[in-house]
Protein backbone atom coordinates (compact mmCIF):
# COMPACT_ATOMS: atom_id res chain seq x y z
CA UNK A 1 0.00 0.00 0.00
CA UNK A 2 1.02 3.72 -0.43
CA UNK A 3 2.87 6.05 1.71
CA UNK A 4 1.76 9.21 2.31
CA UNK A 5 3.86 12.46 3.16
CA UNK A 6 3.53 12.73 7.09
CA UNK A 7 1.31 15.08 8.41
CA UNK A 8 2.08 18.34 10.20
CA UNK A 9 1.91 18.46 13.95
CA UNK A 10 3.61 21.91 15.12
CA UNK A 11 7.12 21.57 14.46
CA UNK A 12 8.17 23.98 11.30
CA UNK A 13 12.00 22.73 11.06
CA UNK A 14 10.90 19.05 11.03
CA UNK A 15 8.63 20.63 7.82
CA UNK A 16 11.05 22.02 6.66
CA UNK A 17 13.56 19.18 6.30
CA UNK A 18 10.95 16.58 5.17
CA UNK A 19 9.86 18.69 2.45
CA UNK A 20 13.56 19.83 1.42
CA UNK A 21 15.05 15.94 0.81
CA UNK A 22 12.74 15.98 -1.92
CA UNK A 23 13.96 18.21 -4.36
CA UNK A 24 11.03 17.45 -6.97
CA UNK A 25 8.61 18.42 -3.98
CA UNK A 26 10.47 21.37 -3.10
CA UNK A 27 10.47 22.45 -6.96
CA UNK A 28 6.58 22.25 -7.02
CA UNK A 29 6.03 23.98 -3.57
CA UNK A 30 7.92 26.75 -4.44
CA UNK A 31 6.48 26.94 -7.90
CA UNK A 32 2.74 26.86 -6.31
CA UNK A 33 4.04 29.47 -3.65
CA UNK A 34 5.13 31.69 -5.75
CA UNK A 35 1.83 31.69 -8.19
CA UNK A 36 -0.42 34.42 -8.56
CA UNK A 37 -3.00 32.01 -6.20
CA UNK A 38 -0.70 33.29 -3.45
CA UNK A 39 0.26 36.62 -4.45
CA UNK A 40 3.61 36.54 -3.84
CA UNK A 41 5.82 35.88 -7.41
CA UNK A 42 8.83 35.85 -7.24
CA UNK A 43 9.18 36.84 -3.73
CA UNK A 44 9.77 33.15 -2.04
CA UNK A 45 12.99 31.23 -3.08
CA UNK A 46 13.22 28.49 -0.38
CA UNK A 47 10.89 26.49 1.86
CA UNK A 48 11.53 27.81 4.78
CA UNK A 49 10.47 31.50 3.68
CA UNK A 50 7.03 29.54 2.00
CA UNK A 51 6.53 28.34 5.44
CA UNK A 52 7.53 32.05 7.01
CA UNK A 53 4.86 34.08 4.69
CA UNK A 54 2.40 31.46 4.04
CA UNK A 55 2.16 29.61 6.95
CA UNK A 56 3.07 25.85 8.02
CA UNK A 57 -0.49 24.60 7.29
CA UNK A 58 -0.66 25.98 3.89
CA UNK A 59 2.41 25.03 2.83
CA UNK A 60 1.66 21.33 4.48
CA UNK A 61 -1.41 21.23 1.89
CA UNK A 62 0.74 22.10 -0.90
CA UNK A 63 3.41 19.71 -0.17
CA UNK A 64 0.39 16.61 0.34
CA UNK A 65 -1.15 17.38 -2.77
CA UNK A 66 2.31 17.52 -5.24
CA UNK A 67 3.34 14.15 -3.00
CA UNK A 68 -0.36 12.97 -3.44
CA UNK A 69 -0.10 13.05 -7.50
CA UNK A 70 3.21 11.89 -7.60
CA UNK A 71 2.30 9.29 -5.78
CA UNK A 72 -0.77 7.60 -7.71
CA UNK A 73 0.93 8.77 -10.86
CA UNK A 74 3.13 4.91 -11.28
CA UNK A 75 -0.47 2.96 -10.49
CA UNK A 76 -2.59 1.71 -12.64
CA UNK A 77 -6.40 1.89 -12.80
CA UNK A 78 -9.52 0.57 -13.27
CA UNK A 79 -10.65 1.08 -17.50
CA UNK A 80 -13.69 3.84 -16.80
CA UNK A 81 -11.95 5.78 -13.65
CA UNK A 82 -10.47 9.51 -15.18
CA UNK A 83 -7.48 10.13 -13.28
CA UNK A 84 -7.38 13.55 -14.60
CA UNK A 85 -11.14 14.52 -13.41
CA UNK A 86 -10.47 13.19 -10.05
CA UNK A 87 -7.67 15.61 -9.50
CA UNK A 88 -10.09 18.15 -10.27
CA UNK A 89 -12.85 17.48 -8.72
CA UNK A 90 -10.55 17.11 -5.33
CA UNK A 91 -8.22 20.05 -6.08
CA UNK A 92 -11.62 21.77 -6.34
CA UNK A 93 -13.13 20.78 -3.61
CA UNK A 94 -10.29 21.39 -1.61
CA UNK A 95 -10.13 25.44 -2.57
CA UNK A 96 -13.55 25.45 -1.99
CA UNK A 97 -13.54 24.75 1.27
CA UNK A 98 -10.51 26.47 2.16
CA UNK A 99 -12.24 29.30 0.95
CA UNK A 100 -15.51 28.68 2.87
CA UNK A 101 -13.42 28.33 5.90
CA UNK A 102 -11.93 31.45 5.84
CA UNK A 103 -15.13 33.10 5.54
CA UNK A 104 -16.18 32.00 8.96
CA UNK A 105 -14.65 34.54 10.86
CA UNK A 106 -15.93 34.39 14.38
CA UNK A 107 -19.08 32.46 13.32
CA UNK A 108 -17.69 29.18 14.08
CA UNK A 109 -14.65 26.51 15.25
CA UNK A 110 -11.71 27.85 13.30
CA UNK A 111 -10.97 25.49 10.44
CA UNK A 112 -6.93 25.70 9.51
CA UNK A 113 -6.34 22.18 7.26
CA UNK A 114 -9.45 22.69 5.55
CA UNK A 115 -7.72 22.17 2.01
CA UNK A 116 -6.46 19.07 2.88
CA UNK A 117 -9.81 17.65 3.79
CA UNK A 118 -11.55 18.67 0.29
CA UNK A 119 -7.88 17.24 -0.92
CA UNK A 120 -8.52 13.92 0.37
CA UNK A 121 -12.32 13.31 0.95
CA UNK A 122 -12.23 11.17 -2.12
CA UNK A 123 -9.46 9.54 -1.45
CA UNK A 124 -11.56 5.90 -0.97
CA UNK A 125 -12.75 6.26 -4.34
CA UNK A 126 -8.66 6.58 -6.04
CA UNK A 127 -7.96 3.16 -3.68
CA UNK A 128 -10.59 1.69 -5.02
CA UNK A 129 -10.36 2.33 -8.64
CA UNK A 130 -6.65 0.73 -8.23
CA UNK A 131 -6.96 -2.00 -5.46
CA UNK A 132 -10.50 -3.16 -6.29
CA UNK A 133 -11.20 -2.41 -10.10
CA UNK A 134 -13.68 -5.47 -10.30
CA UNK A 135 -16.10 -3.71 -7.85
CA UNK A 136 -15.40 -0.53 -9.12
CA UNK A 137 -15.99 -1.54 -12.65
CA UNK A 138 -19.24 -3.21 -10.67
CA UNK A 139 -20.61 -0.10 -9.20
CA UNK A 140 -19.85 2.14 -12.40
CA UNK A 141 -22.08 -0.69 -14.44
CA UNK A 142 -25.30 0.00 -12.01
CA UNK A 143 -24.84 3.64 -12.12
CA UNK A 144 -24.71 3.42 -15.61
CA UNK A 145 -27.28 0.61 -15.86
CA UNK A 146 -29.89 1.16 -13.38
CA UNK A 147 -29.58 5.25 -12.72
CA UNK A 148 -28.28 4.57 -9.13
CA UNK A 149 -26.02 7.40 -7.20
CA UNK A 150 -22.54 6.36 -6.37
CA UNK A 151 -23.08 6.03 -2.48
CA UNK A 152 -26.39 3.94 -3.57
CA UNK A 153 -24.31 1.54 -6.23
CA UNK A 154 -21.65 1.06 -3.41
CA UNK A 155 -23.83 -0.06 -1.24
CA UNK A 156 -24.90 -2.78 -3.45
CA UNK A 157 -21.79 -4.36 -4.23
CA UNK A 158 -20.91 -3.61 -0.73
CA UNK A 159 -18.06 -1.04 -0.64
CA UNK A 160 -18.40 2.51 0.39
CA UNK A 161 -15.31 4.56 -0.81
CA UNK A 162 -16.18 7.03 2.43
CA UNK A 163 -15.61 3.39 4.07
CA UNK A 164 -12.23 2.58 2.63
CA UNK A 165 -11.13 6.26 2.41
CA UNK A 166 -12.00 6.45 6.67
CA UNK A 167 -9.80 3.14 6.86
CA UNK A 168 -7.07 4.76 5.07
CA UNK A 169 -6.68 8.11 7.10
CA UNK A 170 -6.99 6.18 9.84
CA UNK A 171 -4.22 4.02 8.40
CA UNK A 172 -2.17 6.99 7.28
CA UNK A 173 -2.45 8.23 11.19
CA UNK A 174 -3.68 11.47 9.73
CA UNK A 175 -6.47 13.73 12.35
CA UNK A 176 -9.88 12.29 13.59
CA UNK A 177 -11.39 14.89 12.77
CA UNK A 178 -10.19 14.21 8.92
CA UNK A 179 -11.11 11.10 9.20
CA UNK A 180 -14.54 11.50 10.31
CA UNK A 181 -15.24 13.83 7.13
CA UNK A 182 -14.24 11.68 4.99
CA UNK A 183 -16.19 9.15 6.13
CA UNK A 184 -19.28 11.56 6.57
CA UNK A 185 -18.90 14.02 3.44
CA UNK A 186 -22.07 12.15 1.66
CA UNK A 187 -23.95 13.06 4.66
CA UNK A 188 -24.53 9.71 6.24
CA UNK A 189 -23.01 10.06 10.04
CA UNK A 190 -19.81 7.53 10.90
CA UNK A 191 -21.47 6.02 13.90
CA UNK A 192 -23.97 7.42 16.20
CA UNK A 193 -24.46 11.03 16.82
CA UNK A 194 -24.71 13.63 14.46
CA UNK A 195 -22.78 14.60 11.28
CA UNK A 196 -19.21 16.57 12.84
CA UNK A 197 -19.08 20.10 11.85
CA UNK A 198 -15.94 19.48 9.68
CA UNK A 199 -18.11 16.49 8.06
CA UNK A 200 -20.80 19.01 6.97
CA UNK A 201 -17.98 21.08 5.59
CA UNK A 202 -16.40 18.62 3.42
CA UNK A 203 -19.85 17.55 2.33
CA UNK A 204 -21.01 20.72 1.27
CA UNK A 205 -17.92 21.68 -0.91
CA UNK A 206 -18.17 18.56 -2.48
CA UNK A 207 -21.65 19.51 -3.94
CA UNK A 208 -20.87 22.41 -5.26
CA UNK A 209 -17.93 20.97 -6.49
CA UNK A 210 -19.58 18.24 -8.41
CA UNK A 211 -22.52 20.51 -9.77
CA UNK A 212 -19.93 23.22 -10.86
CA UNK A 213 -18.20 20.67 -13.14
CA UNK A 214 -21.74 18.71 -14.25
CA UNK A 215 -21.64 15.68 -12.22
CA UNK A 216 -24.53 16.89 -10.00
CA UNK A 217 -28.23 18.15 -11.18
CA UNK A 218 -28.45 21.10 -9.99
CA UNK A 219 -32.11 20.98 -9.10
CA UNK A 220 -30.73 17.98 -6.69
CA UNK A 221 -28.44 20.13 -5.68
CA UNK A 222 -30.25 23.36 -4.66
CA UNK A 223 -32.46 21.15 -3.03
CA UNK A 224 -29.61 19.71 -0.67
CA UNK A 225 -28.29 22.73 -0.10
CA UNK A 226 -31.44 24.51 1.25
CA UNK A 227 -31.92 21.24 3.28
CA UNK A 228 -27.94 21.57 4.40
CA UNK A 229 -29.10 25.43 4.80
CA UNK A 230 -32.30 24.82 7.02
CA UNK A 231 -30.56 22.15 9.16
CA UNK A 232 -27.25 24.16 10.13
CA UNK A 233 -27.85 28.35 9.26
CA UNK A 234 -24.42 29.19 10.00
CA UNK A 235 -23.71 27.92 6.45
CA UNK A 236 -26.21 30.11 4.51
CA UNK A 237 -23.92 33.53 4.45
CA UNK A 238 -21.09 31.28 3.60
CA UNK A 239 -22.79 28.85 0.94
CA UNK A 240 -24.47 32.02 -0.80
CA UNK A 241 -20.80 33.80 -0.98
CA UNK A 242 -19.04 30.34 -2.42
CA UNK A 243 -21.56 29.73 -4.62
CA UNK A 244 -21.52 33.34 -6.57
CA UNK A 245 -17.76 32.87 -6.47
CA UNK A 246 -17.86 29.21 -7.68
CA UNK A 247 -16.14 30.08 -11.20
CA UNK A 248 -13.05 31.82 -9.95
CA UNK A 249 -12.41 28.81 -7.54
CA UNK A 250 -13.05 26.24 -10.20
CA UNK A 251 -10.35 28.32 -12.27
CA UNK A 252 -7.96 29.18 -9.43
CA UNK A 253 -7.95 24.53 -8.66
CA UNK A 254 -7.89 24.09 -12.95
CA UNK A 255 -4.00 26.56 -12.21
CA UNK A 256 -3.15 25.03 -9.11
CA UNK A 257 -3.39 21.30 -10.59
CA UNK A 258 -2.08 22.49 -13.95
CA UNK A 259 1.19 23.78 -11.53
CA UNK A 260 1.38 20.48 -9.86
CA UNK A 261 1.40 18.03 -12.75
CA UNK A 262 3.65 20.51 -14.53
CA UNK A 263 1.73 22.25 -17.08
Known amino acids: MIEIFPEYEGD ?29 SGRISTVSKAILLLGPKEVWNIALG ?30 IEDYMARGIGDASEPFH ?4 FGLLHDIGRLIMASYYMDEYEQIQSLI ?16 LHT ?50 LGREDSDSLEEELEAIRNQYPWTKKILNNTIDNVDMLLGKAEDVLKMISGG
Open 144 to 159: KREGLSAIEAESRVGL
Open 163 to 212: EVGKWLVRKWQLPKDLEKAVAEHHFVPSGSGPLSFKGVFTGIANLVSKTA
Open 113 to 116: DAMS
Open 66 to 95: VALQQQFSKISFSPSFNLEQFWLHSFFTGI
Open 12 to 40: IDELEKTISVDPGITAQVLRIANSAYFGF
